[in-house]
């Protein structure tokens, strides 16, 4: 398995607003940081990294999005 790393200080949106709210609590998988477009989700990481590898993402960007209003940092 590849790692993307990023070692720049970035700020960046990753979901929309409607995104998050959607995926709250889940897991879910970005073709890159630039992109923001959902690719698979879920409630397990490994279902969810394997509906990604399904649909053609060979690196997709693995995403917890918690189930409260906070400042995500990763």
Same mark, same amino acid.
């Given at each position: 398995?590849?790692?993307?790393?990023?070692?720049?200080?970035?700020?960046?949106?990753? %979901?929309?607003?409607? @995104? !998050?709210? /959607?995926?709250?609590?889940?897991? +879910?998988?970005? &073709? &890159? %940081?630039?992109?923001?477009?959902? &690719? &698979?989700?879920?409630?397990?990481?490994?279902? +969810?990294? !394997?509906? !990604?590898?399904? /649909?053609? $993402? @060979?690196?997709? %960007? %693995?995403? $917890? =999005?918690? @189930?409260? @209003? !906070?400042?995500? =940092?990763?």
């Amino acid at each position: 398995m590849r790692v993307r790393c990023y070692g720049a200080a970035m700020e960046n949106v990753l %979901l929309t607003a409607t @995104d !998050a709210e /959607k995926y709250r609590g889940m897991y +879910v998988t970005l &073709s &890159s %940081l630039e992109a923001r477009e959902v &690719s &698979s989700g879920g409630r397990d990481p490994g279902d +969810v990294l !394997a509906e !990604a590898a399904r /649909k053609g $993402f @060979d690196m997709p %960007l %693995l995403v $917890f =999005i918690p @189930d409260s @209003d !906070a400042v995500w =940092i990763y």
